[in-house]
């Protein structure tokens, strides 16, 4: 190989670390964070929280009760960055398999 080929591998490969350690990072961070979707109830006039995600095929509803404003602000606002995180997180692994591609070419991901 030429030189300017190692260097552009060796930058490829730094990507290749930074993107795994990103990966990593969003990981970390949505095993912190409330999975599913807020749904409201009214029953008799009072609104009832409920934390509704999926596991595997079933879904699932779980009871948060009746939540102060600020508390229902605050849960919205980590579902909204659980949102943001999972889309991040498609990015950096869709970047990943092609920085991939390019070093090693089509042999599989490790």
């Known amino acids: 190989m030429d030189k300017p080929a190692i260097v552009v591998e060796?930058?490829?490969k730094e990507e290749l670390l930074?993107?795994?350690s990103a990966e990593k990072s969003y990981?970390?961070?949505l095993r912190k964070l409330p999975k599913g979707s807020l749904q409201m109830?009214?029953?008799k006039g009072i609104l009832y929280a409920y934390l509704?995600?999926?596991k595997e095929q079933a879904v699932f509803r779980k009871y948060l009760g009746r939540l102060s404003q600020d508390a229902l602000k605050q849960l919205k606002e980590q579902i909204?960055?659980?949102q943001k995180y999972e889309q991040q997180l498609r990015g950096v692994r869709r970047n990943?398999?092609?920085v991939w591609r390019m070093v090693y070419g089509h042999r599989?991901?490790?």
């Open 10 to 12: 060796g930058i490829l």
């Open 18 to 20: 930074r993107l795994k």
């Open 27 to 29: 990981l970390r961070e």
């Open 41 to 43: 109830k009214r029953i």
């Open 52 to 54: 509704v995600y999926r």
């Open 80 to 82: 909204a960055r659980r």
């Open 96 to 98: 990943h398999k092609r």
């Open 108 to 110: 599989r991901a490790v």
